[in-house]
Every structure is written in C-alpha cells, then in structure tokens.
C-alpha cells in the first residue's frame, strides 16, 4: 500500500477503536449539553433575547476556525498529544462556563462555549484516527463504529442535564458542567493510551508529496468534500429551524419538539452499524448517493405538511441521510491523499465542512424569520443536485488509494 505503514498487532487497531469510540461518546455528552442548556442559560444571562443563543453560534463558528489549527497541531506532535490537548481546552471551557454561571456573566459564558468548539473541531478528526488505525478496506467500518459513540452521548447528555441541575447550591446547571469536566480530565487520560496510527512512521521516506493544488484538484477530492459539506451544512440548516418551525410556528409543545430532535439524533447514529458494511459491499459513491437521496426526500416529506408526523419522518431521514452521505464522503475522501498528504488534505476538508456549517445555523433562524419552513427545505436540493451530479461524473475514477 503507496505510503502506509504498519498499525502493529491484531490487537491494536482494537485499542485504538474502543478507545475512540468512548472518547467520542464523551465529546458527545459535553456537546448535548451545551447545546441543550446554551440557549436555556443564554436567556437567564441576557436581557436581549436576539443574542440568546450566541454562545451556541459563538462554539459552531469556533468549530470552523480551529479546523486548520487543530490538523496543523495534529501533524506537528500527533494525533495522539493533539487531542488530548484539545481535552484540556474542554476542561477549561466547562470551568470556566460553570464560573460564569456563578457570576451570571453572559460574556463570560460565551467565551467559554467559544473555547469548546476547540474541542469540537479535534473530536471531527477522531474518525481519521479511525480510519489511520485499520487496514485501508477496513476504513470505512473504523469510522462508522467510532461515531457510534454519540449514540451515547445522546443518553447521557440529558441525563447530566437532568442529575447535576440542582448539584451546586444556587447555580443551576452549574454541576452538570462541573461533571462534564470531569469527564473530559478521563478522555484526556484516554487519549495518552492510544496506540500507533498508519502514516505516523516512515511516511516521509517512501513518497514525495503532492502539492496542495494537485490534491484539491482531484475530481474526486472534491465531491467527497462537496458530500461532507453538504451532508452537515444541510443536516444543520434544517435541525436548527425544526424547533422554531415546529415549537414558534406550529404550536408543538417542547416535549413533541425535543422528542422528534431526539429521534434525528438517533437517525444521525444508529446507522453506523451498518453503514460501514454497506460502504464495503457498495462502495462508498453508491452509499453517498443513498445519504443524498434521503436527505432530499426528507426535504420533500417537510414540504407536503406540518403534522407531527411530517416533521417526524422528516427530522429521522435527516439524520439517516446525513450519516450515509457523511461516512461515505469521509471514507471516499481518505482514499484520494497518500499518508504523508493526510493532514492537508484533512484541513481542507474539515474547513469546508464546518464553514459552511457554522453558516447554516446562523442562516437558519434568518430564513425562518423572513422566508419561512418551506424556503428552509427548499434552499439545500440545488446544492443536493450538485452531489447527485459530481457522483456520476466521478463514478469511473479510480482513487489514488485503493481500498485494499
């Protein structure tokens, strides 16, 4: 295999799975959380309601802007150091977030929510890790089960949310914080355990590499970004205007609004045990075009009607288009760089992904706001189109990588 160096034993790709796998649960809880109490706790802090929800904003936008920093650090002392720093960063964010609740200092949570989309954008590389600890046709297996980990994270997150609201004496939410660190001081300790990855050793000796241009000139580079990209941008336009649509707009209680966001998340997750599989059997542009097909029909399901079934079937096609457009643009993509190029090629990826993330969810309460639900759906088919089209283009062309 062109640049690929051993991952050591049987046993170790193992290791390094499971331990992803609950370093991405943990990553999980901390983002459940702060996304469910961010606009909660934004309102108690705030007298103007517009900004409310800027401390979420504030992390997504985060999220993008270390993108690049995070591979730049990553390729200097290793996956491994690099994220148990960014665990360190979480630590610090739910610290400083569960002070500012004892100060009721808005600013100040904001600025920690700021400092956890450090975090976020290094848990974005765990599925690298993944696909870095196994052979290459085992890649896409890797990285569907290291996602299986949110599923976790959306059990526990509420639970924390629930358990450590009254911990702390006249600071609500303040011990769900404190124990969010907690577990981010284990996740950092995780990390120090993780074992070698393909690409770590004697990567520079064996291949030259390619300019930066040449990679992102790939046709198919560029529809395995243009699939991640529009996987989350389009997943968090259509999330992130379901609550107001359905709560605001069409009368549902929260807890009719929260259980269809918790069926989503499911959908996002629960296929990774089998997406992966059928990544294997199908490939990965066949499951992409799947991923695509879902999420169009999602936005078709949303546009017939307002019932609470039509949200429903919409918000579970969501996330089960997500997923299959996701890990198959993922996979797709670590088959168009050789090892030495990864992390280039990565920050490329990871920056476009979750720019245009950040984006959607600011876009969306401005198109609700002024267009409504219906423009909401329709806004992502061009863009689904596009994948649709940058598939068949592709469909021939063999990667630089080979799946084996």
Known sequence: ?????????HRMPFRNISILLVCQLISATGSIVLVT??????????????????PVSLMIVSVAATAIP???????IGRKYGSALASLSAIASM??????LHLRSFAGFAAAAAIFGINMAFTQQYRYAAAESVPPKYAARAISFVLLGAIGGAIVGPVLVDVGHFIIDGVPYAGTLVACAVLYVGQAVLFLFLGPLRGEEQVAGRRESRTLRTIVAQPVFLVAVLGGTVAYGVMSLIMTATPISMHMNDGFTLTETANVIRWHVLGMYVPSLVSGFLIDWQGPSR??????????????????????????????LLGVGWNFLYVGAT??????????????????????????????????????????????????????????IGIFIVRRVSPVVPAS
């Open 95 to 100: 610290l400083l977030a569960s002070y500012a």
């Open 70 to 76: 995070a591979t730049i650090l990553m390729r200097r």
């Open 1 to 9: 295999m062109c640049g690929d160096s051993s991952v050591g034993s």
């Open 37 to 54: 109490l961010g606009g909660i706790i934004g309102s108690e802090l705030t007298t103007i309601p517009a900004i409310a929800t800027l």
């Open 331 to 388: 996979t797709l993509l670590t088959r168009t760089y050789f090892m030495s190029e990864r992390f280039r090629a990565q920050a490329v990826n990871e920056f476009s992904v979750f720019g245009v993330t950040a984006a959607a969810s600011l876009l969306a309460g401005t198109s609700m706001h002024f267009f409504g639900w219906d423009v909401a759906l329709l806004m992502p088919l061009p863009l689904l189109a596009m994948i649709f």
């Open 287 to 316: 499951i992409m075009a799947a991923g695509a097909t879902g999420l169009t029909v999602a936005s078709v399901i949303g546009l017939s009607g307002h019932s609470l079934m039509h949200y429903w079937w919409a918000l579970v």
